[in-house]
């Protein structure tokens, strides 16, 4: 299945990199986010069925982003340096995807995290 993701990073080379993997995976990238703003109205609005999203986006983290994703009852995952896993409630866990990752690690995340949403 094909899935129309957000991808959320500010750093524009691995957002590239993120984007050229989500690709070979055979996915498409429906819309892309630097910085907190940009992130927060696509999260709100943009039509996608995953999202990707960087736990730190120039030194913000980005949990309301993925908040609003959760809201619209859309499957994400974080990539990042930080934990496993973080609860969000509402029998909700993110997936952390560990930076750096491999196109295997991040298919495997998010086969993972649409488990865990269905």
């Known amino acids: 299945m094909t899935l129309s993701i957000l991808l ?20 498409q990238i429906a819309a892309e986010a630097g910085n907190i ?4 109205e696509l999260a709100q609005s ?8 960087d736990m730190n986006l ?3 983290m980005s949990f309301p982003i993925a908040d609003a994703i959760a809201s619209r009852e859309i499957p994400f995952i974080f990539a990042s340096g930080y934990g496993s896993t973080r609860d969000f409630g ?3 866990q993110a997936l952390v995807l560990q930076k750096p990752f491999t196109i ?11 488990h865990v949403e269905s």
């Open 8 to 27: 959320v990073e500010d750093e524009v080379m691995i957002r590239m990199m993120v984007a050229d993997m989500v690709e070979t995976l055979g996915h």
């Open 37 to 40: 703003d940009q992130a927060m």
């Open 46 to 53: 943009a039509s996608f069925d995953f999202a990707i999203i």
């Open 58 to 60: 120039n030194g913000i």
């Open 90 to 92: 509402q029998q909700r």
């Open 104 to 114: 295997e690690n991040l298919e495997t995340a998010i086969k993972q995290a649409q």
